[in-house]
């Protein structure tokens, strides 16, 4: 049914730290291996080894240069974006057959593939780019924050997370509750401050990004200076003593 | 948006058909037994036809029939229904015409608010996508309905319905374009609120996810050829609304001349479309640093 919940028990979602990504696209890689060999239809590409490939990934690497205001170096920040799973999900309301919805009890906004007729109309209402018509099956494909496996019993408790989240080598990727002030991904999201991606859509985003923190800026020194300024002016103790008796002399 | 000829034979012709339909089932035309037979055949060949080729954009046909399920949240599923309702109520009031020489005239005034509230519903799968600014507003729906009634004078052969109501579609044009061309820059989409790294400072892309493109780049960032837009906006413009309307005020009730301004109409109309969609600017294009 794609009327949205009132409200879910659970708020499942990731906070990715824009800090600590280093752009290595790992989390991208193994969401496309997760998910083109688990639920629902592969993830799939074309003209994989010709001259123009594409295909469909449900995370996607970005990155960014931010010149500061403040002056200094521009910095770069690498910007992995999926679905946000949003609150207020534009996407859900907008599917005519009902193959979207938002769980009530965990929040987690899916696509039931065997309803959906392909109709992009979704795609078109999310602002980030977050679900893709795959060009083989023709049905709408978009993050599960891996269900088949967060849920899993067969996996090892320290598997039972999004598989971006786990294969992170940089540990950018938190999942949790955000339902929960004392989770994880509250707590980092309260301390860092973390942000909604264009909140002026009015979407109101459960997965939260952390902003690069301030950078040190360096105080102007004269690099010279130390190595030429006297260590004493007035020596003390035996130097004092032998100072005197050679100026005596 | 990509401008997918589906979408636009769609929109340009179901548009026209429903049009057409509203002015039927008022009764302007009123033709009676088998000479409404041609009438409503145009109407609903244009209706059905433009909802058959809706289905070609549709990239898993097969579930079609459940997108009657969701007309509570759904702007599309609203069309579906709306669409269906319309066709049945007006395929009554035509048969009982056609083939008993009766026109029911409450069936024919349900019919026509039903046509008119279907090309509501079509108008408002794009004026409700916050995501494009260019499409969401009320402008968007009212030049739909504008459009579609002004196209239904001219199949209805009607001279002062055509320079009335192409009249006001023009006036609505002007604006939509003009309104539409600074609506993104309004409502402050960027690339610092996409990424939320404003606060830093200015933002540029320093590299795309990907060497190739793909889905979201193909069909929400189109901007091939849009460098012809201002000399498609003068070839739209006086053919869908300045020529059928000086033809209307010239030739007044001669039949002749409306063919003539049906297809100049029809294609100015199409260009219109084309330029609906491939103007659209979709936010996503930010996290690209293409509108």
């Known amino acids: ?249 | 948006m990509h401008p997918a000829p589906s979408v636009i034979f769609f929109t340009v012709f179901s548009g026209l058909g429903f049009g057409f339909l509203a002015w039927l089932g008022v009764g302007m035309p009123a033709p009676q037994g088998w000479a409404a037979f041609p009438y409503y055949f145009v109407a609903f060949a244009m209706a059905v036809g433009g909802l058959i080729a809706s289905t070609f954009h549709l990239g898993n046909p097969k579930n079609a029939i459940k997108a009657f399920s969701q007309w509570r949240t759904s702007w599309l599923s609203r069309e579906a229904v709306m669409s269906v309702l319309t066709l049945v109520v007006m395929g009554l009031f035509a048969a009982a015409i056609i083939f008993f020489n009766t026109p029911i005239a409450v069936l024919g005034i349900i019919g026509a608010v039903l046509a008119l509230i279907t090309v509501y519903t079509t108008s408002m799968m794009y004026a409700q996508l916050k995501t494009v600014p260019r499409w969401n507003h009320w402008t968007t729906s009212a030049l739909f309905l504008l459009l579609a009634l002004g196209g239904g004078a001219i199949l209805a052969a009607n001279s002062f319905g055509t320079i009335l109501l192409i009249g006001l579609a023009a006036l609505a044009q002007i604006y939509v374009w003009d309104a539409g061309d600074r609506r993104f820059g309004a409502r402050g989409h960027t690339m610092e609120t996409a990424t939320g790294l404003g606060r830093i400072g200015k933002v540029r892309m320093y590299e795309p996810p990907h060497s190739g493109t793909n889905y979201l780049l193909s069909e929400m960032v189109y901007v091939v050829a849009r460098k012809h837009a201002i000399k498609l906006r003068i070839i739209a413009f006086v053919l869908a609304y300045l020529v059928p309307m000086v033809l209307a005020i010239l030739s007044g009730p001669a039949f002749g001349t409306y063919i003539i301004a049906l297809v100049a109409h029809v294609v100015g109309l199409l260009a219109q479309r084309w330029l609906f969609f491939a103007e659209a600017e979709h936010v996503v294009g930010l996290y690209y640093d293409k509108r």
């Open chain 1, 1 to 249: 049914m794609t009327q949205l919940p009132q409200t879910t028990d659970k708020k499942l979602g990731l906070v990715i730290d824009l800090d600590t990504c280093v752009g290595c696209h790992a989390c991208v890689i193994s969401c496309k291996g997760w998910n083109t060999e688990n639920y629902g239809a592969p993830l799939s590409d074309i003209d994989a080894y010709g001259a123009d490939p594409h295909g469909t990934f449900l995370n996607r690497v970005h990155s960014f240069e931010v010149q500061p205001d403040t002056g200094g170096c521009a910095q770069t920040v690498h910007f992995p974006k999926s679905c946000l799973h949003c609150e207020d999900a534009p996407c859900v309301t907008v599917c005519p057959t009902g193959a979207s919805y938002k769980r009530s009890e965990d929040g987690i906004v899916l696509v039931n593939e065997d309803d959906c007729i392909g109709c992009g109309l979704c795609a078109w209402a999310c602002p980030y780019g977050a679900r893709e018509l795959d060009q083989l099956a023709g049905v709408m494909k978009k993050c599960t924050l891996c269900i088949d496996r967060i849920y899993n019993e067969n996996l090892p408790e320290v598997d039972r997370v999004p598989s971006c989240v786990r294969t992170c080598p940089a540990g950018a990727r938190h999942f949790g509750d955000f339902a929960d002030p004392d989770s994880n991904v509250s707590k980092l999201t309260a301390e860092r401050g973390g942000m909604d991606l264009m909140p002026e859509q009015g979407t109101k985003p459960v997965n939260k990004y952390l902003p690069p923190r301030p950078k040190d800026t360096l105080e102007e020194v004269d690099a010279s200076a130390p190595i030429l300024t006297p260590v004493s002016d007035t020596p003390k103790g035996f130097l004092g003593w032998l100072d005197k008796a050679l100026e005596a002399l």
